[in-house]
């Protein structure tokens, strides 16, 4: 297998401090710093900290960009042949963490220049080191090491080697791990599992969420605030399989222990009333989704700005909803009016007239 380098060390980024943050062994897989509003955002007020690095992951496709300006000439990234022969070679913890590192420095910087052919690939090569690091440490009780399964499973999914991903992720939570360690893996395996759901690939997405609530479960508290969220995600992958009697509970949960743990005006609380109002909504149950997405959306419009995604993802849900209603109430008009006036009288046929625009609206 090639290898690839930088041949100098002249790297071509327009802000020094961003490079720095970036290129930090955590955080240059974020792509590039976050904005003060951006920090803002993440905040979460609930635990009273930024989030870690899988939610960040998790939560920030919207900002994935690069710098505003591109480099005019790009960094020489040129081939070598030492990658089998040092992954087979180098055999202390320090040094195979040191050079996972140099390679995804590299890769950091193809993928800023768009140099995209090489940029997989220089990923791949930096999990091999760093998954090796991991191996080679993996009796070691010390957190410091314990990381590098964290490491290597970022790695495996910027070279998305899902697969790779999960097997070291599993093997990190195999050990005797803190509370903090222990989320930041989960984080990783909800992450993974939110790749295979956008894809629609329901099965794949299905055990990792199981998974990842079953040792939320067993490792956490049961009014931990990473336990709703997970009992979210779940839910909203059976109801998207159409399985609304596995996915209700598991809402309705998230719902109860959001607004226990929580201000009453939280996103999150949002978040949930939103997700069960729709699943209730998806069940034909339109008087118990009302006052949930209507509770939602008025949280929204007061926390969050006016063009905010999620007010307009509230307002689409409640106008659906009020468009079902509405399509009942039609129907039971235009029953009672042919029954008593007959098929050809005006009243009737502006009723059907109604409700064939509003059908029509749906399609």
Known sequence: MKNFYIKNNDLTFNEADEQDWCLSHDIFLLARALTEAEKKQLYDPAKDQMPSLAQVRKRLNQYQSAFSQKPKVLTNITLADEHEHALKTLNSVKTLHAKAKEIATVAFTAKMEEQTDKVKLLYKQAFDYERKAAMLSADDIEQTHLMLFKSAANLALEADRYEEAVEIIELGLSHDLTIEMTE????????????????????????????????????????????????????????????????????EKALAIHEKILDAEHPDVAMSLNNLGSLYQKQGQYDKAQPLLEKALAIREKTLEADHIDVATSLNNLGFLYQEQAKLLFDKALTILQKRLGNHHPYVKITHNHLVWLLQGRQ
């Open 184 to 251: 930041e893996l989960l984080g990783l395996l909800d992450y993974l599992a939110d790749i295979y759901y956008e894809n629609g690939e329901y099965s794949k997405a299905q055990p990792l969420l199981e998974k990842a609530l079953a040792i939320r479960y067993e490792k956490l508290e049961e009014e931990h605030w990473d336990i709703p969220n997970s009992l979210n995600s779940l839910g909203l992958l059976y109801q998207a399989q159409g399985e609304y009697d596995k996915a209700e509970p598991l809402l």
